[in-house]
Each structure stands twice: as structure tokens, then as C-alpha cells.
């Protein structure tokens, strides 16, 4: 099973300033077909899960550009250039190159 | 609009069985794939199961492996989930999601297992 290690888990951070969250899989994420299946999801509190950012980089829909996902192989991050208020609660990384699909721990953003 | 809508969380007594079910509207459920992702309240994301857009390949976490069973009804715009022998870490709130392209999850239904 793959094993992504989120960090940090928790992540204070003052409204307007940049935040980023990283993500390390226990192996490469690079499936059969070539593609890398990662993504990463954000639940506000009391709210189900919404997925932010698919294939590492591509924005959802609606998404602001506010947040980018980088990274390869096995290291990857979420990044927010200026935190709004409307971005608290957990931020977890997922893959599904492999089965079982798996999500990281979980980061917490609270605005500082 | 879109939605996802689960429904058939209950109270179940160790060792039963549930029957899970999702609908969708505003969306043409056969071109994703359906995903049961389930949380523990207060604790992290587990992807259960999913199916293929035709169903032909369906898979289960290890956690729930032969108790499990995921069917779609593409006509019917569904999808469900089949949990049998029911234990008590089996409880969990569910979420019925679509994955392609764009993502859409449901709001989750409750499944409390407890004697």
C-alpha cells in the first residue's frame, strides 16, 4: 500500500500570507499509462470533502489560482500565495495511481 | 445542479449488513468513476471501493475485502455499496464520489455499527 506523509499537521497561518503543504509518497506515483494520479482535497469543518487540485497541477473548476499543486515522482505541494479566511480546514493529498488508493494524514490550516 | 445523494445509513447491530445507494442528478453518472470514500467522525479520509464507468472492474480496500460488494446502475443514474458482517469500526460517515476530470462528492450518509 502506498504511504503518503503529509507535512506539517497543523499549519497557522496569518490571513493574506502564503502557506504550502507537502506531500511524500512512499514510492513513485507514476502509473502503467504514464500518468501520475495525484491530487489533493480540502474539507472545510462540518462540509464533505472537495477535491482542489487533480494530475498533481490542474486546478478543479472553481478553484481558485490562489492554490497550485507542483512536484513529481514522489514529492509533491500545495501551495496558497495569500490565505483567505475561506481556506481553513484539513487539507489532505491523495493518490490513486495504485490500489488501494490512499490519502495523506491530514493538515489542518487555521488562520493565525 | 449537481448532486450526489446517498442514502441507507442506519443503527446496525454487529454482524449485519447494510445496503448503501447514491444517485445522481444534474450529471451522467456512466462516464465516472464511482468511488466510497468513508470517515471516521473526527478522523481521516479511507477510499472504500470503486467501480468502473461500465463496471466491468470493481475493487475493495483490504479493511472491508470479501465484505464488500460495489454495483452501478448507469441506466438508473446509481450506484451502490454492499457491506456485510458489519463490525464496529465499520462506522463511519459515507461519501458517494465521481471522479474524472471534475470530482463531485455527496454529502455523506452516517453508518453507526453498535450493539
Known amino acids: 500500500e502506498v504511504v503518503l506523509t503529509q507535512s506539517p499537521l497543523s499549519l497557522p497561518v496569518p490571513l493574506g500570507q502564503p502557506a504550502s503543504i507537502s506531500c511524500r509518497s512512499s514510492?513513485?506515483?507514476?502509473?502503467?499509462?504514464?500518468?501520475?494520479?495525484f491530487a489533493w482535497i480540502h474539507q472545510r469543518p462540518g462540509q464533505p470533502p472537495r477535491r482542489l487540485i487533480y494530475?498533481?497541477?490542474h486546478r478543479d473548476r472553481g478553484v481558485p489560482d490562489r492554490f497550485s499543486g507542483t512536484g513529481s515522482d514522489s514529492d509533491f505541494t500545495l501551495s496558497i500565495t495569500r490565505v483567505e479566511a475561506e481556506d481553513v480546514g484539513v487539507y489532505y493529498c491523495?493518490?490513486?495511481?495504485?490500489?488501494?488508493?490512499?490519502f495523506g494524514q491530514g493538515t489542518n490550516l487555521e488562520i493565525k | 445542479e449537481v448532486q450526489l445523494v446517498e442514502s441507507g445509513g442506519d443503527l446496525v447491530q454487529p454482524g449485519g449488513s447494510l445496503r448503501l445507494s447514491c444517485v445522481g442528478s444534474?450529471?451522467?453518472?456512466?462516464?465516472?468513476?464511482m468511488n466510497w470514500v468513508r470517515q471516521v467522525p473526527g478522523r481521516g479520509l479511507e477510499w472504500v471501493a470503486n467501480i468502473n464507468p461500465d463496471g466491468s472492474l470493481k475493487r475493495c480496500v483490504d479493511s472491508v475485502g470479501g465484505r464488500c460488494s460495489v454495483s452501478r446502475d448507469n441506466a438508473g443514474n446509481s450506484v451502490s455499496l454492499y457491506l456485510d458482517t458489519l463490525r464496529v469500526e465499520d462506522t463511519a460517515k459515507y461519501y458517494c464520489v465521481a471522479w474524472s476530470t471534475t470530482a463531485y462528492w455527496g454529502q455523506g450518509v452516517l453508518v453507526t455499527v453498535s450493539s
Open positions: 494530475a498533481v497541477s
Open positions: 491523495m493518490q490513486h495511481s495504485f490500489w488501494p488508493h490512499t
Open positions: 444534474g450529471l451522467t453518472l456512466s462516464v465516472f468513476w
Open positions: 514510492q513513485r506515483l507514476v502509473s502503467s499509462n504514464g500518468a501520475t494520479d
